[in-house]
């Protein structure tokens, strides 16, 4: 395995948009970064399990993926178009009652098993980069704390970017929702090209 292309493949997967880094960008723009750590932490905690679970069951996964990648494409591009349609015709709330719902622990986790750039990232990291030339326990664990932490640290600077930028997104709102959005659907599509 080379280290370089392993990094690389690592960081710009992990700091590019997707589900994740626009979630919690969108978030901390309209509750600020403090209110947005509790779903930083529920994705990074998913991206930990999905990691684990991807190191352990590659090679059931190597056996099935041609059965399930197709289904798993579908399903997380039309949740893809989905989130870019709710973020295209979001309207601005201003009442209280809205202002003290955000994301949450949980719903950050549970997001990660239907986000399919997550599985796509561990099933593709630890089938290519990982297995082939490690695959003691203490490997696969070591390296899954890696992916989850660069992923983490990915989905945590996406959050700081949105809530340092908090007056400029305010003013641009629709211009910017409608940029993430077109993002997303280039994710989606991305991934239905490549299935």
């Known amino acids: 395995m080379t280290l370089l292309s392993f990094l690389l493949y690592v960081f710009v997967t992990a ?9 919690v960008m969108l978030s901390a723009n309209k509750y600020g970064f403090k209110r947005t750590i509790k779903f930083c932490l529920g994705v990074g905690t998913g991206f930990l399990v999905i990691m684990i679970l ?27 178009l989905y989130l ?5 015709f979001s309207k ?25 750039k997550v599985v796509l990232y561990g099933i593709t990291a630890t089938s290519t980069f990982i297995i082939p030339f490690n695959n003691s326990n203490f490997s696969l664990i070591l390296y899954s704390l890696f992916l ?15 809530s340092l930028f908090q007056i400029f997104l305010t003013r641009y709102r629709n211009q910017f929702n409608m940029v993430m959005a077109l993002l997303l659907l280039y994710s989606a599509v991305s991934i239905l090209l490549e299935s």
Request: charged content about 15%; glycine content about 8%.
């Open 15 to 23: 700091f590019t948009p997707g589900p994740n880094n626009i979630m």
């Open 54 to 80: 991807c190191s352990y069951l590659n090679v059931l996964l190597k056996n099935t993926i041609p059965k399930i990648e197709f289904s798993m494409n579908i399903f997380g591009s039309i949740y893809m």
């Open 84 to 88: 870019a349609l709710k973020i295209i």
């Open 92 to 116: 601005e709330k201003n009442n209280e009652r809205d202002d003290k719902k955000n994301y949450g622990f949980f719903l950050g986790m549970l997001l990660q098993f239907i986000n399919p």
């Open 148 to 162: 989850a932490f660069v992923g983490f640290a990915g989905t945590v600077c996406w959050s700081v970017f949105g």
